[in-house]
């Protein structure tokens, strides 16, 4: 029976440049996060979720670009595995746009927060019990460490911010992951600018945001970026 990565040793699962590794990384930096968010409201709340979101959405387009193909490619039912990873991933994606839409004082906020943790910790258990063991098993340790070459270039240039309509699959997500990379790291940079400026100064940076935003939302309905979509994880 498959161990869960999260029991093993570095060396088990194919040394330090492994995608097993890179993966596992991630996901304890994830939940060291989620526990800080626990109890957390206002602004400090805001904060926190922004770190898990830059965190999450890169590393989930990173999978989806590289790994899930892999899968596919690999295992015989790597098609039914990995659509159930993009069913979560897309719940992410659509709970933290609505997030954004929220008021603190929303009463719906408490709930989809709640979903949000929930699902997050789903999918990690879900890649580290039963996908990411089964993938080990049939790649050797010099295929693991390439793939985690792969899957780390990718993460550091991709999108940070949720895109709920955009393909979770190739080609749909390759082609729109340049221009959604550009404009989600440019309103990072803005966001940092306005958090430190004086007031006065703000609503510049936060229009300048918007716009980008706005940008990204037209980038991502564009029909391209929805190729190879699936019906449980479009919209």
Not at 27 to 54: A, K, S, Y
Request: hydrophobic letters at 35%; aromatic letters at 2%; glycine letters at 6%.
């Amino acid at each position: 029976m498959s161990r869960s990565i999260a029991d093993q040793s570095v060396e088990e699962l194919g040394g330090p440049g492994s995608v097993l590794v890179r993966q596992r990384r991630d996901h304890i930096q994830l939940d060291r996060l989620l526990h800080e968010l626990d109890g957390t409201t206002g602004r400090e709340q805001e904060e926190v979720l922004t770190r898990i979101d830059r965190l999450v959405f890169s590393h989930a387009f990173a999978e989806e670009s590289v790994l899930w193909p892999a899968i596919r490619r690999v295992l015989p039912d790597g098609e039914e595995l990995t659509l159930r990873i993009e069913e979560e991933h897309q719940e992410v994606n659509e709970l933290v746009s609505e997030l954004e839409t929220l008021g603190h004082d929303d009463p719906r906020r408490a709930q989809r927060l709640s979903r949000l943790v929930e699902v997050l910790n789903e999918d990690v258990r879900d890649e580290e019990d039963v996908l990411l063991p089964r993938l080990q098993e049939r790649l050797d340790p010099h295929e693991l460490r390439a793939l985690g070459r792969r899957w780390d270039l990718v993460r550091r240039i991709s999108p940070t911010r949720p895109h709920p309509t955009v393909s979770r699959r190739p080609p749909g997500n390759a082609l729109s992951a340049l221009p959604l990379t550009v404009l989600d790291r440019s309103r990072d940079v803005v966001d940092a600018v306005v958090r430190r400026v004086p007031a006065r100064l703000a609503p510049v940076g936060q229009v300048v945001s918007r716009g980008l935003a706005g940008i990204a939302g037209l980038v991502e309905r564009t029909p391209p970026a929805r190729r190879g979509d699936r019906p449980p994880t479009s919209r």
